[in-house]
């Protein structure tokens, strides 16, 4: 039951090497011109969040790194599709419909794989707002 339990050591260090390295990437072609202190702090807990397994929670806590940074620079319109997926994904967590609720305790066990995938996407898209001149695009299988 990997939601309530610590993950094995050998995947918290597979998604901290996933993290790190998608990031290394990214960060090559530099930060953005001015950055967001809140956002930068943040990213400490989104990968916390992320190597712990708290998909949706990485998904909303990517989304508020976008937010914040992206007060400080203009989004990449080549983003604008990622950016709309992260905030309608954010904003669905966050703002539940009672009849179609986006994230149920039946997901939770059954479809981790596809929030993980999500979880991965929402750090790509997070990570393009702070070094958006990076390596990485984000893309819906990252």
């Not at 998904?59 to 007060?71: E, K, M, N, P, T």
């Not at 994904?89 to 066990?109: F, K, Y």
């Amino acid at each position: 039951m990997e939601q309530i339990e610590y993950p094995e050591l050998a995947t918290w260090e597979e998604r901290r090497r996933w993290f790190e390295s998608f990031e290394r990437n990214q960060g090559k072609g530099g930060a953005a011109r001015v950055l967001s202190e809140q956002a930068c702090a943040l990213m400490i807990d989104l990968q916390a969040v992320f190597c712990a397994g708290a998909w949706a929670s990485t998904v909303i806590l990517a989304a508020v790194i976008v937010d914040s940074q992206l007060r400080y620079t203009p989004s990449d319109p080549a983003l604008s599709e990622e950016l709309a997926w992260l905030r309608r994904t954010r904003n669905a967590l966050v703002h539940e419909n009672p009849n179609a609720p986006e994230l149920t305790v039946e997901d939770q066990w059954m479809n981790r794989r596809e929030w993980e995938r999500a979880a991965r996407r929402a750090v790509a898209v997070a990570l393009s707002a702070l070094y958006p001149e990076g390596d990485s695009a984000p893309t819906r299988t990252s």
